[in-house]
């Protein structure tokens, strides 16, 4: 199965792997979506925030095969095309809509403010 991408100017193919809520790579590039945290998977610090996580996870995936998807490059508020990992920082619409806006809607993101809160209780 084949998804149709729109990176900045380029049209790219190829199926995203969704790695956790916030995180994908497509055509080897790691994409951070720059305006949500979603809890963690791999380095999480309760139970309730791998729960979260791995909700947050499927339903990323089941957006990204929903409809066409546009990666906008760069942090929407600072314009840093890159975080501290080497990641690139983007923006992602299906069918026009922002998916860290659904996520963050559906309470399995919340907005990013610059730094790492706890999911944990």
Known sequence: M???L??????????PV????????????HIRVANIDAPEIHDYHCDAELRLGLVAKRRLVELLASGPVTVHPGDPKSGR?????????ATIDVD????????IGEGLARPW???????CD
């Not at 095309?81 to 920082?89: S, V």
């Not at 026009?96 to 996520?103: F, R």
Request: no cysteine.
């Open 6 to 15: 729109i990176l900045a100017a380029a049209l790219l193919t190829g199926w």
């Open 81 to 89: 095309l890159k975080d501290r990992y080497g990641r690139t920082l």
């Open 113 to 119: 403010t610059g730094k790492r809160r706890p999911w």
């Open 18 to 29: 969704v790695l956790d809520g916030d995180t994908i790579v497509l055509d080897g590039t």
């Open 2 to 4: 084949s998804q149709l």
């Open 96 to 103: 026009g809509q922002d998916v860290g806006a659904i996520l």
